[in-house]
């Protein structure tokens, strides 16, 4: 079993190359050091809010930098993420947001009328947050630790959460990392959603290997032209997809660096 923490994973890694590319987001790029300063920023301003471990934060957010920024703030405050995918429904959001017992929605401007309906008491925009941290982040997580829940899609009843823990996910990680393998050159596309933990995959490999997150539109999960203009502009390395997808692209010609050896297939 894992004896770490994906918070330690990451700043391991963004210690050790700050200024590389660590995420990108069409024309939006965030260094491992901007990503760990915002992050740090976004997890001293929930432990003041009297958030830490074993607690849930509802993310609703769109595919960009400040998505990756909320995990990984969310993650150092020792609490733990619960996605929440603006496409579905208000009654499956109220469910997930009572049900689980999350205190607070990370959204931005354009999810807080989402927010306010789920009945939620506390909603936090990613507008509003710092820079830089307001203090020092008091470093609580430990492996035994939730680090989120994902809920499944209730088509045999009502949705259920699903938690999983730090030393489940960095063992994981660690799993993938040996085999297929990453470099740190290698760019990865996240077009998984949220709600689908093989998105861990996606996001958290590349940025524990120096690696860099491509992230695509949500278009692009049904439009082939855009997933290959995508690929190609990004210079994408690392692809992870359903057969349906890859079917779907199978007649696009990819003009990218994607190579389907390394591709991760599910």
């Not at 997890?43 to 471990?53: F, K, S, V």
């Not at 769109?62 to 993420?81: F, N, Q, T």
């Amino acid at each position: 079993m894992a004896t770490t923490t994906l918070v330690t994973l990451w700043e391991q890694q963004a210690a050790a190359t700050p200024d590389a590319v660590a995420v990108v987001a069409g024309a939006h790029r965030a260094t491992y050091a901007d990503v760990d300063r915002r992050a740090a920023a976004l997890a001293a301003e929930l432990q003041a809010r009297g958030i830490g471990p074993e607690n849930l934060v509802g993310v609703c957010l769109g595919r960009s930098v400040e998505m990756v920024v909320a995990l990984l703030g969310i993650l150092k405050s020792g609490a733990a993420y619960l996605p929440l995918d603006p496409s579905y429904p208000a009654e499956r959001l109220r469910h997930m947001t009572s049900d689980s017992g999350a205190r607070l929605w990370l959204c931005d401007a354009d999810h807080r009328a989402q927010a306010l309906a789920s009945g939620v008491t506390d909603v936090l925009l990613v507008e509003d947050l710092p820079a830089e941290p307001a203090a020092p982040v008091a470093p609580v997580v430990r492996p035994h630790h939730l680090a989120y829940v994902i809920y499944t899609s209730g088509s045999t009843g009502l949705p259920k959460g699903v938690a999983v823990d730090h030393a489940a996910m960095a063992s994981f990680l660690r799993s993938v990392a040996e085999r297929p393998g990453l470099g740190a050159d290698d760019r990865v596309l996240a077009l998984t959603p949220l709600s689908f933990d093989i998105s861990i995959l996606e996001l958290f490999l590349p940025l524990t290997r120096g690696a860099t997150v491509v992230m695509a539109p949500r278009a692009a999960n049904t439009d082939p032209e855009l997933l290959a203009a995508t690929i190609a502009e990004a210079g994408v390395s690392v692809v992870q997809a359903t057969p349906t997808t890859w079917r779907m692209g199978a007649g696009v010609r990819l003009d990218g660096r994607a190579r389907p050896g390394t591709a991760v297939g599910r």
